[in-house]
């Protein structure tokens, strides 16, 4: 763990990755976007949303003061502060999450934009089957190339990883360079195989 990741304001802020990733907009149909089923998904990682009603607290503020995203990680290989934002339906919201997140973590650990723009990454994790005529329009944009094949996903994939590209979703990529260093919009598996990589608490 990063020595700013264990300043004291985050020690009672930690959830499980899986917990971290819960959408529970449907009270009789609560769904873990990260399920136990993930290797890592009892990895202890920052809850955001905690961090963000703790700050709100210590101005007697309501935590409806700010958005947030769903949790902060760290990425072991480049460095990065990575902030995390989990979408199971509808992806609204994602930029001004974005942008009070890093208003709370600035304050807390005395940043500013400057250090987000070197250090900060920014992941938006959204579910597929909910956003699938979306994405395949965004797709199509980017190769114009005709209607997408339904099972294209797992092509898609393997050109993009053979390119070495990603495609920016949800407007996400007006973020990158203002706000963060960089920016990923990962589906459920995308991310696992990032956070595998990258973040995993082995």
Do not use: P, W
């Not at 979306?134 to 199509?140: A, L, S, W």
């Not at 920016?168 to 990158?176: I, T």
Request: net charge negative; hydrophobic share 35%; aromatic share 14%.
């Amino acid at each position: 763990m990063n020595i700013l990741l264990k300043n004291t304001f985050f020690q009672d802020c930690y959830n499980t990755l899986a917990d971290c990733s819960i959408d529970d907009s449907d009270k009789d149909n609560i769904v873990k976007m990260i399920n136990e089923s993930f290797e890592y998904a009892g990895d202890q990682v920052i809850n955001f949303d905690s961090v963000k009603t703790k700050f709100c607290r210590q101005f007697n503020k309501s935590y409806k003061a700010f958005k947030s995203a769903d949790c902060l990680i760290y990425n072991h290989n480049n460095g990065k502060y990575v902030i995390v934002e989990f979408k199971n339906g509808k992806v609204t919201h994602v930029k001004d999450k974005l942008k009070d997140s890093l208003h709370v973590f600035n304050d807390i650990l005395g940043k500013n934009l400057d250090f987000c723009r070197s250090e900060c990454e920014y992941i938006v994790v959204y579910n597929y089957e909910k956003n699938q005529q979306y994405v395949n329009q965004e797709i199509n944009k980017e190769y114009k190339d005709g209607a997408i094949e339904e099972g294209y996903k797992e092509i898609f994939d393997a050109i993009f990883k053979l390119a070495e590209k990603e495609i920016y979703l949800f407007g996400v990529s007006l973020m990158k360079g203002i706000c963060v260093s960089d920016v990923h919009t990962y589906d459920i598996e995308q991310f696992k195989n990032y956070y595998t990589k990258n973040c995993c608490l082995k």
